[in-house]
T-cell receptor
Framework: KAGVTQTPRYLIKTRGQQVTLSCSPISGHRSVSWYQQTPGQGLQFLFEYFSETQRNKGNFPGRFSGRQFSNSRSEMNVSTLELGDSALYLC??????????????FGPGTRLTVL | KQEVTQIPAALSVPEGENLVLNCSFTDSAIYNLQWFRQDPGKGLTSLLLIQSSQREQTSGRLNASLDKSSGRSTLYIAASQPGDSATYLCAVASGTYKYIFGTGTRLKVLA
């Protein structure tokens, strides 16, 4: 069974540009969550999608957005990039997203560098 | 607001030693707690998931305990090996559909 895949694995952008990251969950999983990991702030929750609907959102500015498609694949977009957006972006999939029962499976991440 | 702290931030031990990693959280109203492992530049691997109604979980050389009332969890690693070297993260599910992560413990097991 294939794991969570994220593309691209590495990305270099300049300030002011926008970027789109992609996440394909494990087959059959309908929930996808996104996290940002930086040395200073650690791992922080961005948002979670289930059946194409955003169910929860972390404390990030509106420049960070996401969506989920009918096949459960998810994309996140960051507009008007800032230096502080440089981070490892991780996505996680689970069957239902119910944190009381589900295990989350994480992808390898996309390393974004903003110059 | 839930806050999760891990102590120590870094740990270096000789091979074969048994060790304990600590995780504390401020709000005892949690759904579950997970321990993850992260290798440098890689994603997270789930090690153990403890439901709020459980006291401990075991997998191989790993044992995780949970004391909700005191807001603490420990990850016990028996007979450590160099391959155990990684960053260990605990994460608490205290709100719907999301986890709050700890700051991590960077473990190095010396051969």
């Amino acid at each position: 069974k294939a794991g969570v895949t994220q593309t691209p694995r590495y990305l270099i952008k300049t300030r002011g540009q926008q970027v789109t990251l992609s996440c394909s969950p494990i087959s059959g999983h309908r929930s996808v969550s996104w996290y940002q990991q930086t040395p200073g702030q650690g791992l922080q929750f961005l948002f979670e999608y289930f059946s194409e609907t955003q169910r929860n959102k972390g404390n990030f500015p509106g420049r960070f957005s996401g969506r989920q498609f009918s096949n459960s694949r998810s994309e996140m977009n960051v507009s008007t990039l800032e230096l502080g957006d440089s981070a490892l972006y991780l996505c996680a999939s689970s069957l239902t997203g119910d944190t009381s029962t589900d295990t989350q499976y994480f992808g390898p991440g996309t390393r974004l560098t903003v110059l | 607001k839930q806050e999760v702290t891990q102590i120590p931030a870094a740990l270096s031990v000789p091979e074969g030693e048994n060790l304990v990693l600590n995780c504390s959280f401020t709000d005892s109203a949690i759904y579950n707690l997970q321990w993850f492992r992260q290798d440098p530049g890689k994603g997270l691997t789930s090690l153990l998931l403890i439901q709020s109604s459980q006291r401990e979980q075991t997998s191989g050389r790993l044992n995780a305990s949970l004391d909700k009332s005191s807001g603490r969890s420990t990850l016990y690693i028996a007979a450590s090996q160099p391959g155990d070297s990684a960053t260990y993260l605990c994460a608490v599910a205290s709100g719907t559909y999301k986890y709050i992560f700890g700051t991590g413990t960077r473990l190095k097991v010396l051969a």
